[in-house]
């Protein structure tokens, strides 16, 4: 009798376990949820158990920097900053209605290139008679230096890729625009060598490193939207003018823009420290 008790009572304490089949390393084992995708086919047909390709997960992923997004690149430029361009603008409509009256055609931010290969920031006004040339300190909002260049005394324009001389040590890449408003034979060898100049008689421009930041600079930092604008300016200039330059015409021409600078040691330290730009340049300090 006690061993019958004692038999019972080790039946009942493994009627809690299951059966576990082992399996060799390989062996296809269907789990719970790839039964019931095969038990989801026809009634009819004996289900056969069939592996599951399992998709890897996919995330979307965007593009960065957005291009029309920069805010740690754009902030440091204190043209993009609330209301900078704006007042710019502002003023230099203000100062042409009081000094010219002249039509404006419509306002760029682009880049200058110097003689010397210097980059400089600089707003660009053009009018139904004139090109104005402004050097604006965009930390002040304030005009400090403007050109003014008869577009009736512009006879050529150059388009095309940036070139320097063989030896030259400071080069650049990219595409640019040149005006000439002057005779080259009048530029002396002293402004061609003096980097400070003022004298030379032409201009070189290329677009502004904050193009992609916005739409709206998109627009205004576009060098051919800059010369849509300019071209006919200058050409309906040339047929109302009544001075010496009348019937001379506009040559615009696609070639390269030539930079005569060898060693570069200015440009090349100005310009990767965007020296020429109303910058915030960081704490400097101890």
Same mark, same amino acid.
């Given at each position: 009798?006690?061993?019958?008790?004692?038999?019972?009572?080790?039946i009942?304490?493994?009627?809690? !376990?299951? *059966?576990v089949s082992?399996?060799?390393?390989?062996?296809?084992?269907?789990?719970e949820?790839?039964?019931?995708s095969?038990e989801?086919?026809d009634p009819?047909m004996d289900?056969?158990?069939?592996? =599951?390709s399992?998709q890897?997960s996919?995330?979307?992923s965007t593009?960065?920097?957005? *291009?029309?997004h920069? *805010?740690?690149?754009?902030?440091?430029?204190?043209?993009?900053?609330?209301?900078?361009i704006e007042?710019?603008?502002e003023?230099?409509?203000?100062h &042409?209605?009081k000094? $010219?009256?002249?039509? +404006?055609?419509?306002?760029w931010?682009?880049?200058? +290139?110097?003689?010397?290969?210097?980059?400089?920031?600089?707003?660009?006004?053009?009018?139904?008679k004139? #090109?104005l +040339?402004?050097?604006y300190? !965009?930390?002040?909002?304030?005009?400090?230096?403007?050109q003014r260049?008869?577009?009736s005394?512009v006879?050529r324009i150059?388009?095309?890729?940036?070139?320097? *001389?063989?030896? $030259?040590?400071?080069?650049?890449?990219?595409?640019?625009?040149?005006?000439y408003? /002057?005779?080259?034979?009048?530029?002396?060898?002293?402004?061609?060598?003096?980097?400070?100049?003022?004298?030379?008689?032409?201009?070189?421009f290329?677009?502004?490193?904050?193009?992609?930041t916005?739409?709206?600079?998109?627009? &205004?930092?576009k060098?051919?939207?800059?010369?849509?604008?300019l071209?006919?300016?200058?050409?309906?200039a040339?047929?109302?003018?009544?001075?010496?330059?009348?019937?001379? /015409? #506009? @040559?615009v021409?696609?070639?390269? +823009?030539? =930079?005569?600078?060898?060693?570069?040691? @200015?440009?090349? =330290? /100005?310009?990767?420290?965007?020296?020429g730009y109303?910058l915030a340049?960081?704490? &400097?300090?101890?």
């Amino acid at each position: 009798m006690a061993c019958e008790v004692e038999e019972m009572s080790m039946i009942r304490s493994f009627e809690g !376990f299951q *059966p576990v089949s082992l399996k060799q390393e390989g062996d296809y084992q269907p789990s719970e949820t790839d039964q019931l995708s095969t038990e989801e086919g026809d009634p009819g047909m004996d289900p056969e158990p069939r592996q =599951i390709s399992r998709q890897p997960s996919v995330t979307e992923s965007t593009l960065y920097p957005n *291009p029309y997004h920069r *805010p740690f690149v754009s902030r440091k430029y204190f043209a993009t900053r609330p209301g900078a361009i704006e007042t710019a603008i502002e003023d230099l409509k203000g100062h &042409i209605a009081k000094t $010219s009256g002249e039509t +404006i055609q419509g306002f760029w931010l682009l880049t200058e +290139i110097d003689h010397w290969n210097n980059e400089k920031e600089r707003i660009l006004l053009v009018t139904d008679k004139t #090109l104005l +040339i402004c050097k604006y300190d !965009f930390i002040m909002l304030s005009c400090v230096q403007l050109q003014r260049i008869p577009l009736s005394s512009v006879y050529r324009i150059c388009l095309g890729e940036f070139v320097f *001389p063989g030896m $030259s040590l400071d080069k650049r890449q990219g595409e640019g625009l040149r005006i000439y408003w /002057g005779s080259l034979e009048e530029h002396s060898l002293f402004s061609r060598w003096n980097p400070w100049s003022t004298e030379v008689p032409y201009a070189t421009f290329t677009e502004h490193p904050m193009k992609y930041t916005s739409e709206k600079f998109l627009e &205004i930092c576009k060098l051919s939207g800059f010369t849509s604008k300019l071209v006919p300016a200058i050409q309906n200039a040339h047929k109302n003018s009544t001075g010496s330059g009348r019937g001379r /015409g #506009l @040559m615009v021409l696609t070639e390269p +823009i030539l =930079i005569e600078t060898y060693m570069g040691l @200015m440009s090349f =330290i /100005g310009n990767r420290n965007k020296l020429g730009y109303s910058l915030a340049h960081g704490s &400097i300090g101890f």
